[in-house]
């Protein structure tokens, strides 16, 4: 049986991991909708749909609006910059 001071330094370092866990900036994620995507990439309504039928980009829907995460589009782009490890 554990004694009342390890109970509360388990308490204790349990909170300590809750606030590191809450002090970590919460990083919101935009979503781009179709018009964005197309006018950013100057790619046509035919092509965006074929890339979400074929799953080569993510995406979720919002009643009857398709929505894109950025990141996604952000993280492709930087893999294929040329000398990317200078950002």
Known sequence: MKSKKEI????????????????????KERYLDAFEVKSRFNISDS????YRKEKKIPYTTFGNK?????????????????????L
């Open 8 to 27: 509360l330094k388990t308490r204790v370092s349990e909170l300590e991991e809750t606030v590191k866990k809450l002090q970590q900036p919460q990083v």
């Open 47 to 50: 092509t965006l749909w074929r």
């Open 66 to 86: 398709f929505l894109y995460p950025e990141s996604f589009f952000s993280k492709s782009l930087k893999e294929k910059m040329v000398n990317s490890h200078l």
